[in-house]
C-alpha cells in the first residue's frame, strides 16, 4: 500500500505565498508522476501541476509564472511553492502520484486534501 501525506495549506491574504508538501510511503517501487490538484467549492478536480520522474513539468494556465513544482527523489516528496495568491486559488489542493508498487501494479494514489484560502 502506498500512502500520501499533505501539509502546508492555510489561510493566506491575496498576493501572499504557501509551500504545500507531499511525502509518498509506503511499498514503492517507483514513482512515474507526482503533482497537485485541486477542488473548489462546487467545481470539478482540475490539475495544478505534475512532474514527472524526467523531471519534465506541465502547469495549468492559471498558475503559470506563480507556482513552482520541486521535488525530492530520495524522499519521494514534492514541494508546491506558491506565489501571487489570489483569492480564486482558494481550493483543497490533493496531491497526485502515479507509483508502481512492490505488490507489482501501477496505480494512481490521492492524498487526503488540504485546504488553501485566501483571503483580506
Known amino acids: 500500500q502506498v500512502q500520501l501525506v499533505e501539509s502546508g495549506g492555510g489561510l493566506v491574504q491575496p498576493g501572499g505565498s504557501l509551500r504545500l508538501s507531499c511525502a509518498a510511503s509506503g511499498s514503492i517501487f517507483r514513482i512515474y508522476a507526482m503533482g497537485w490538484y485541486r477542488q473548489a467549492p462546487g467545481k470539478q478536480r482540475e490539475l495544478v501541476v505534475v512532474i514527472t520522474s524526467g523531471g519534465s513539468t506541465n502547469y495549468a494556465d492559471s498558475v503559470k509564472g506563480r507556482f513552482t513544482i520541486s521535488r525530492d527523489s530520495a524522499k519521494n516528496t514534492v514541494y508546491l511553492q506558491m506565489n501571487s495568491l489570489k483569492p480564486e486559488d482558494t481550493a483543497v489542493y490533493y496531491c497526485?502520484?502515479?507509483?508502481?508498487?512492490?505488490?507489482?501494479?501501477?496505480?494512481?494514489?490521492w492524498g487526503q486534501g488540504t485546504q488553501v484560502t485566501v483571503s483580506s
Open positions: 497526485n502520484a502515479d507509483v508502481f508498487s512492490a505488490d507489482w501494479r501501477r496505480m494512481d494514489y
